[in-house]
């Protein structure tokens, strides 16, 4: 008789260590696009941490970049930044200079760089007057400490940004 009732405690125990593991949600609400650059939530929620407030900075530190950052809890989880560079600078440079981008995987197309816990992307055909001979890259930073970062997931966020600059009126 005793061999049936220790694996119901066990189970029983495993169900109440479970439920009390303080396993923190997402309150928050998403926000349809970063700092005006429409984007799909469920592309970079992942890279958020759990929380209770979402506030989004829209920094410009020079005349070049733009960076929007995500704030939780008035902690920076994720920055977007759209950086006008020499035209003849490649996305492995620019993941060189940016953190949490370099050390990642670049493809044979050599238009993004992305890791787990950040990613660079070249924008194709975007001129600006005000930016002439430069070329226009897109960085995502992920700065949460308790996410749980997949670069294939990644990959699909940068692209998906870099083609949704591409689409903004950072193109002339």
Not at 5 to 27: D, M, N, Q
Request: glycine content about 8%.
């Amino acid at each position: 008789m005793r061999l049936r009732i220790l694996p119901a405690v066990f189970a029983t125990a495993a169900i109440a260590v479970a439920g009390c593991s303080g396993e923190k949600e997402k309150k928050y609400a998403l926000p349809s696009s970063l700092c005006g650059i429409p984007t799909g939530k469920e592309g970079w929620s992942s890279f958020l941490p759990a929380g209770e407030e979402l506030t989004v900075q829209k920094v410009t530190p020079n005349g070049g970049t733009n960076r929007c950052q995500i704030l939780i809890d008035g902690k920076v989880a994720l920055v977007s930044s759209r950086i006008w560079a020499a035209q003849k600078d490649s996305v492995a440079q620019m993941a060189n200079s940016n953190a949490n981008t370099d050390d990642g995987t670049l493809p044979d197309d050599s238009r993004y760089m992305y890791s787990r816990t950040g990613a660079v992307g070249r924008v194709e055909d975007c001129a600006d007057p005000t930016h002439p001979e430069q070329a226009l890259f897109s960085v995502i930073q992920v700065f949460a400490s308790d996410v749980d970062g997949d670069a294939a997931a990644m990959k699909r966020l940068i692209a998906s940004y870099t083609q949704a600059v591409g689409a903004s009126s950072d193109c002339k």
